[in-house]
């Protein structure tokens, strides 16, 4: 162990020259930064991650029935559990897409679900992350080139392997294929996680396209190879909904592959993650999916959300007001770490000012109870400090819903900062699963 | 029960050579219990390469297809008979999605204080009617003042527009009073451009309500598409490779299918 945090340097200049970096739009700049990689494991127990393990498959396929319902048949609005403006009053439904039902039913093939572990000892869920979850790259090669300074750490500590995310992706890309080859579809290499997207292309045996290499003709989609064109059965789309099809969407895309729509509407394109998925994971419905569960698979939740309260009912509008400077307050249309307020953090008119926001518009906000959860050591110079830490787990839904044993640890960089996400500064750790 | 015959033909021209040409149009009558499309043809110039008809999230048929070569104008046209017959409406659903606001049909507090002042009260439709009736009355017709962008609100605080706004400005209110409405494109007898008119739903059924002829539609309009304001309904949409730019002409007509038959001597 030692020999391996003695290699902090060595592998983050190896990540560096790799080009594992991370890059943000802020104020319209396009920033890169490399994403630096603390050697200190985060553990978790073989026990701890058996609960783990099926209290997230549990949520990913509650969340797969409810995109499903939402977009077909809609019962859970017509019974009640869901008020109907949570819905359509959310910039992530898409109309586009009513009336069709993707390959398998699966809409989130790839969903990246972030946790915290409380001082309890307990994991809740923050949020779902089910349109285009990112960051699976980077525990991936840094515990590659872990394994490569320290070879004995992984022999000798029963970590289990998490080399199987490229067969992982693979699986779930051929279980929804049409007929044709996967494709990575990235928008190139000024989006913040290109370097990931060649990686995931590599990894996964699927073919790294950008727009100009595909185009669809006869409601089917080809990719333009060396030998002619190619059927494509399967597009792991790495570029959000608004971009995807200038046919459907935003008519100024030009990094999206017209006429996309209509192919997947027919039937012969799977699109991994499938548009429309936001309204499933915005932080209003986040609420919810606990009554998902219990009213799509008549199970009792085996994750706790964090205590959240919905001000758009009355109750929870007066418990937030009175428990203002306990909560903190997210804006559901936000994402990335902004829009997220500590009632503390605010006082005179700005205060006064966000209240009104929240008796305006009800619906736009929740606020959840402050969690205390723990902290993780970080090597600092020679010494070992404290952050908060979360965990971004990735469960892949294919024939079967699986976690892949890993994911990202993400710590802040402040001390008395909770909000760890990558957008925001900090770093990351590479999480072990013990096999024992 | 009327027969109509129709036409519907668009050129649209180029400044400059444009290639690799994808494109989506959303201009064929619907075929739905009510408007029955008994024949149509559809031809496009240049030739196009994969075209599909396929539906829109909407129920809508739509055309989807490439023009590879280098090209400097694109026509389109549809032609056909229809039978229109209003008593033949089925019962259906209303997607929730119309009770809520889209882009270009957000409220505002302008049209709160008109709701407040007509005092509208009875059923959904009597309600949509006094609303169309306001719009009919207080808005100006003005070809020009508006564009394809313009939101209800704004053309509602400029008082003016066209069919387009007038029939965002509707949705727009009714869905204030928690009215299901949708936009509607479409033609009707005569010639010249197309049309935009508005449906109400109650009880099952969709309700056409003019806002822009102040009047409840008949069968002398044949309906294209639906959806929850003009984004989702644009005739045409397309991308291609060029520096050009594009205008556009239109030209439909409408008319019904017998010519008066000289009577019997």
Redesign the interface.
Known sequence: MDRLLSHKDQINTQMARYGVKFGIYKNGEFLERLFPFDPIPRKISATDYEKLEKGLIQRVNALNVFLTDIYGA?KI?GDGIIP??F???SPG????????TPPKEIYSHISGIDLVLGKDDEWYILEDNLRIPSGASYPLIARSLCRKCSPDTFRNNGVVDNRNYGNLLSDTMNNVNTGGINVIFTPGRFNAAYFEHSFLAEQSGAVLAENSDI??????VYYRSSNGPVRVGAIYRRISDEYLD???FR?DSLIGI??LI?AY??GNVAIINAPGNGVADDKGIYYFVPKMIRYYLDEEPILSNAPTYLPYYEEDLKYTLERFDDLVIKDVAEAGGYGVVFGKDLSGTEREEFIARIIAQPRRFISQEIIDFQDLPILDGEGVIDRKADLRAFVLSGSTTKVWPSGLTRFSRNPDSFVVNSSQGGGFKDTWIMSH | MIKLKFSYETSIRFSDDVT?H???LRCFPMDIPGQKVESMTHTNYPIV????Y??????NV?Y?G?IDRSHSSMEYKISGVIVRDDSEAEYEKA???Y???SELTYGNGQMQVVLDSLRVHGSDIDKAHRIADYINKTMEYMPGSTNVATTAAEAFGEKKGVCQDFAHIMIAMCKMEGIYARYVSGITVGEGETHAWVEVWQDGYWYGIDPTRGCDTDETYIKLCV??DYN?CPVE???FNGNALQSQEVFMKVSYEKEEEPMPA
């Open positions: 809609k609005l109907e403006e819905i359509y009053r439904y898409l109309a586009a897409l009513e009336n069709y185009y669809v003709e006869n409601n089917r200038p046919l459907t008519a017209p006429g209509a509407r027919a | 690799n994808a494109f989506l390469t994969g075209g599909q396929s539906k829109d999230g909407f129920g739509i989807t490439r997607m929730p999605c009770k809520y606001p959806g929850r989702d949409r397309g991308i």
